[in-house]
C-alpha cells in the first residue's frame, strides 16, 4: 500500500495511511502554501481509495476536479523533489453547496440536527438553550418530526399554547423565552439558512464512494458564501462529524482510513463556543478515529485549536508563520514546542523563515512514533492549482451519480401538518352542536344521503371521521416511535 508523499528535504517525508486517522493539523500564515498541502494530501488519499470531504472556502480547492499542466515553475520544483514520474491528473471529485447554487443541496433535518447545534446556530443563551431542549423532548415523545423551520415554529407555538403542561411535565417553558427562539429562527431564515432544513437528507453513505477505478470521491463543499455566516458554516462542519461519530461503527485500528474530513478555519469552530460545546466536541474528535475517520484541521496558528485537541494531531505540517506582534512570536513558540525535536533544525527560527512551498513537518512513523520535525519542499499534486470556471464545474456537476437524490426538495407529513390537523380536529369538534342542527336541517329537507357523507368523509370545511381515525392511528404510530428516540453527543439522533 502506498504512502502519501508530503515532500523532500534531508529525507522524504511521507504520511502512512495506517496512522492517517490519528488526525492532524495544517498551519501557516494566509498565502504560504496551506491549500496546496490540503490538496496534495486529499489526492493522495483519493489515490488510495479514501473518500475525502472538505470545504472550499476560498474556491480554489475546486481546482481538484481538473488535471493541471506543466510549465516551467512546476518543472523546476519536480526536479528539485527529484520527482520524474510526475503526471497530470483530476480526481473523482463531487461538488456540494448547502444552498444549492456551486453543487448538489446538502441538507439536514431539525430533528437530526438536535438542540444543542441548534442551539449555538441561533446563538441562544443558556435558558433558552434549556426550553429548546424542552422543546425537542416533547417533541420527540410525540413522535413529532421536525423536518424544517416552519415544524419548529409550529412546535413552539404547541409549546407556547401548552406552556403550562409541558413545563409540568419536562420544565419551565417561558413566552419570553419561546418569543426570543422565533425571532432568532427569523434571522436564520432572512440570513439563508433554511435552505439547510429539509429532505432529502444526507445519507452518510453519498460520503463516502469510490469511483469506478477504486479512487475514493473527492467531496468539495462550496463555502465560500457560508463562511461569511460563521455558525451557520462551523454548526453544519459539527453536525457532520457528529453524524459519523454516532452512525458509523467501531472498526479499531485499519490499514487506512474509511474516510478524512478536513476542517478549514478551524478557528471559527472554538470562537465563542461555550464550554459545554467544547468538551463534546473534544469528545468527538478523540473518539471518532476509532470509527475510522482521521480529522485535519487547517487554521493559521497551532493555539487557535484547544490543547486537548491539539495533543490529538499526531500528524502535522507547519507552513510559515509571522513574528510581528509579541502574539505571533509566542504563537511561533508555541507551535515549535509541538513537534518531535530534530538537533539539525533550530525550529523557532525556520518557522519564520520559511518560503512559499516550505514546511516543517513531523507524521507518525511505525509502531505511532512521530517523526522528528524536518524541514521540506512540499510535493505538488496532480491537479490543477486553482480555481475552474462556471462551465467546468457544471460538467463535473452534471456527471454525479447523486444528483437525481439531492437536487429536488421533498416535503412530507411532519410537525406542521401533524399540528394543524390536530387544531382543525378540536375546531371541528367544537361546532358539533352546530353540525347537529345543520343535519337535522338537511334531515327535513331530505338530504341524509349528503349529511351522512359529510360525517364519513368530511366537507370543506371539518375533517370526517375516517380522516379523523387515520390521523389518530398515525399519531398513535408516531407516539410509538418517539419512545425509541435517542440523541447522542451532540444532540442529533442515534436510532431514527
Known sequence: MGDILIGKGDESVFLLPKYANRHGMIAGATGTGKSVSLMLLAEGFSKLGVPVFLADVKGDLAGLSQAGSMNDKLKARLDTLGIADWTPSANPVVFWDIYGKAGHPIRTTISEMGPPLLARLLELNDTQAGVLEVVFKAADDEGLLLLDLKDLRSMLAFASEHAKDISQRYGLVSPASIAAIQRSLLSLEQAGGDSFFGEPALDLVDFMRQDMSGRGVVNILSADQLVLKPKLYTTFLLWMLSELFEKLPEVGDLDQPKLVFFFDEAHLLFDDAPASLRQRVEQVVRLIRSKGVGVY????????????????????????????TPRDQKAVKAAAQTFARNPKIDVVEAITQLGVGEALVSTLQDGGKPLPVERVLVASPGCRIGTITDTERATVRSRSPIGGKYDTMVDRESAFEILAARTQATAATDDAPKSKTTAGAAAQDGGWLDVAKGMLFGTGRRQGMVEAMAKSAARNAGNQLGRVLLRGVLGSLTKR
Do not use: K, T, W, Y
Open 297 to 324: 484541521f487547517c487554521s493559521q496558528n497551532p493555539d487557535d485549536l484547544p490543547d486537548v485537541i491539539l495533543g490529538q494531531m499526531g500528524n502535522r505540517v507547519q507552513h510559515a508563520l509571522r513574528a510581528f
